[in-house]
C-alpha cells in the first residue's frame, strides 16, 4: 500500500476558511444542507461553462496514459505526447509494453519528466496485463471500485488524483477526484481549510452526492474550469465568476467581487453558509435571483494565457499527482 497523501499547502499562510468558521461553519461539515450547496455550486458551474465532455481520449487506455502523462503538465503538452504514441500504434497494453523504455521516453518526451512518465506507463501496463486482456479496454477496469483503487494506488507513481482520474474517466466508477483547483475553490467559500488529506475531502463529496458517474465526470470538469479560467491562485477573477455571490466567499475577496461587508459574526449563525435561495435545512429551494448589478454574462471568450511549464529534462521529481489537469482549452475537448 502506498503511504497517505501528504495534504498540501493551499493559500500559505492564510487560513481562508477562518472567517466562516468564526460563523459558526465548520470545513468539509457533515451538514445534511452540505449536499444542496454542492449540487448548488455543480449547476452554477454548468451553466457558466457548459458540459466538458470529459476526459479527452480515444479509448478508456488512452484516458489511463493521459492520466500519468498529465502530470505536472500542462494537457497541451501530453496532446503531443499521446499524438506520438497514436502514431506509432502504441495506444494498446500489448503494444506499449513491448517498447524499449528508451524508445518510450522519447515519444513521450513533450509532456516532461519523460524517463520517469515511461517507468510509470510501463508499471501501470504490467498491472494491466497481470489482470488480464489488455487492448482499448483493458479488463482491468472491470475490478471493483475499491479493489481497482487498491491496485492502482499500489502502481508506482500513480497517487490518489491519478488513480480516481483513472476509475472515474477511464473505469467509469463513481470516485471523485480532487485536485488543487478544488481545495483552491472550497477553501476561498468556507468548505474546507483546502489542506486537508486528499482523502478526507474525496470521501466528504462522496457521503454528500449520490455515486453518480456522469455528476462526479461533470463535476471535476467544471472545477477545473473555474480554476483555471476564473480562480487563479494570485489573481482570482471574481467579478466575472458564476460563484461571485456566494455569501462564504473569502473575506479578502468580497469587495472585489462586488459584494458588500460579510456577514456580522454577532448575529445568529446558520448552520451551514449556503447560497441566496437555498434553505440551509434543505426543506426547500427557492429560485435564486442574482441581483442585477452582478447579472452578468460570464466572460466565456476569456482569453487564456500559456501555462508556464517547467521543462525538465526525462528525470526529476514528480509526485505522483497533478496539479495541471486537462486544461480547459475549450476548444480542444474531444466531441
Ligand atoms: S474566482 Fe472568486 S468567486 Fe470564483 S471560485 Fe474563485 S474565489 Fe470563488
Request: hydrophobic share 35%.
Amino acid at each position: 500500500m502506498k503511504p497517505p497523501a501528504q495534504p498540501r499547502s493551499v493559500n500559505k499562510g492564510r487560513h481562508l476558511a477562518s472567517w466562516p468558521r468564526a460563523l459558526g461553519f465548520e470545513p468539509l461539515s457533515d451538514s445534511p444542507a452540505v449536499g444542496l450547496r454542492l449540487r448548488f455550486i455543480h449547476d452554477r458551474l454548468l451553466a457558466a461553462f457548459g458540459r466538458r465532455n470529459w476526459w479527452p481520449g480515444q479509448s478508456p487506455f488512452e484516458v489511463m496514459v493521459g492520466a500519468v502523462l498529465t502530470q505536472n503538465t500542462a494537457w497541451r503538452n501530453v496532446e503531443k505526447a499521446i499524438g506520438n504514441l497514436r502514431g506509432h500504434d502504441l495506444l494498446t497494453p500489448e503494444a506499449m509494453a513491448a517498447t524499449a523504455d528508451a524508445d518510450l521516453a522519447e515519444l513521450i518526451r513533450p509532456s516532461g519528466y519523460f524517463n520517469v512518465k515511461a517507468r510509470r506507463l510501463k508499471a501501470l501496463v504490467g498491472l494491466t496485463l497481470e489482470k488480464g486482456r489488455g487492448g482499448e479496454r483493458p479488463e482491468l477496469l472491470d475490478l471493483p471500485l475499491e479493489s481497482l483503487r487498491e491496485a492502482l494506488l499500489a502502481v508506482s507513481g500513480v497517487g490518489p488524483e491519478t488513480a480516481d482520474s483513472i476509475l472515474l474517466y477511464a473505469a467509469n466508477q463513481p470516485s471523485f477526484v480532487v485536485d488543487a483547483y478544488t481545495r483552491r475553490v472550497l477553501a476561498r467559500h468556507g468548505l474546507a481549510m483546502g489542506d486537508e488529506p486528499y482523502g478526507a475531502i474525496r470521501d466528504w463529496f462522496m457521503g454528500h452526492l449520490p455515486p453518480d458517474v456522469p455528476l462526479y465526470n461533470e463535476y471535476h470538469a467544471l472545477i477545473v474550469a473555474v480554476g483555471h479560467l476564473k480562480c487563479g491562485p494570485k489573481r482570482p477573477d471574481c467579478p466575472s465568476c458564476p460563484l461571485n455571490d456566494d455569501p462564504l466567499l473569502d473575506e479578502a475577496l468580497r469587495p472585489k467581487a462586488g459584494l458588500g461587508p460579510a456577514p456580522s459574526v454577532d448575529g445568529p449563525a446558520p448552520p451551514l453558509a449556503m447560497p441566496p435561495g437555498i434553505d440551509p435545512a434543505g426543506s426547500q429551494v427557492s429560485r435564486v435571483r442574482t441581483p442585477k448589478a452582478k447579472r452578468q454574462t460570464p466572460n466565456h471568450g476569456i482569453k487564456i494565457t500559456a501555462t508556464k511549464v517547467n521543462r525538465p529534462n526525462g528525470e526529476g521529481d514528480i509526485d505522483g499527482d497533478t496539479a495541471t489537469r486537462p486544461t480547459v482549452t475549450q476548444s480542444r475537448r474531444p466531441k
